[in-house]
């Protein structure tokens, strides 16, 4: 896959996800930095016009850099699962038809920050793992653990099994913060459009709302998955 931008690359080598091979722009600012990088890394690159670039991310902002992953920077599920159970991290974060890269993008970024790195996402209906994503998380997804799968019912009955308390984001629930404090436990939030599906509500045990003012609007989704790790991570 195509990635493009100075964090995502930066953040790439960084990681087991490291380009095969990066196009440069031959304006690019800093461009001796990022060459002597990727020459420490044996990484091949290209120096080459700005129109090819554009033409290569189909006009978007690559700011003068387009890296050509071998593969999609994700984990393989149980993996991922089995890091959670046996680590210290307090929330598993798992995405329910999230329908907008850039959301996906802003979702990771903002789980990062608040020590959730164990994701995963469904895959059907939903934007998958597109360049646009990388860009919006600015380069976290090189740092989480992102699984896709598409029987998230069956991964949350199974963890609740485990003694994993599984909350589900959604309006008319308990108030975040009215949380009673526990262990572990698993947040699911739903599409943008259509929320959480009915299936997956019946298999959480309980529902979590943000408070608001009155409104014709609701928080966008990126937004609302932050404020809720926040307070699920450092404050409950």
């Not at 080459?48 to 890296?67: C, N, P």
Request: without cysteine.
């Amino acid at each position: 896959m195509l990635i493009y931008g100075r964090n995502p690359l930066l953040e790439s080598l960084k990681s087991p996800f490291k380009p095969v091979r990066v196009y440069l722009s031959k304006g690019l600012r800093d461009i001796d930095e990022i060459t002597g990088l990727l020459r420490g890394h044996s990484i091949p690159y290209e120096i080459t016009s700005k129109g090819r670039l554009d033409q290569m991310t189909g006009g978007e902002k690559h700011q003068g850099i387009v890296a050509r992953l071998e593969k999609e920077p994700t984990h393989p599920l149980r993996e991922n699962l089995k890091d959670f159970m046996e680590g210290d991290r307090k929330i598993l974060l798992i995405l329910d038809r999230i329908q907008d890269p850039r959301n996906l993008g802003s979702i990771i970024r903002t789980a990062s920050l608040t020590g959730t790195v164990n994701i995963i996402a469904t895959r059907k209906a939903s934007a998958g793992l597109t360049s646009a994503s990388v860009k919006a998380s600015a380069g976290a997804v090189f740092h989480v653990k992102l699984s896709f799968s598409d029987n998230i019912k069956h991964i949350i009955e199974k963890l609740r099994e485990e003694g994993i308390h599984a909350m589900a984001l959604e309006r008319e629930g308990k108030f975040i913060e009215e949380v009673e404090p526990f262990g572990k436990g698993l947040l699911v939030v739903g599409s943008e459009h259509y929320g959480i599906r009915p299936s997956i509500m019946r298999t959480v045990d309980s529902i979590i709302s943000l408070r608001q003012r009155p409104s014709v609007n609701s928080y966008n989704v990126s937004v609302a998955t932050g404020i809720a790790l926040y307070i699920l991570n450092f404050i409950v």
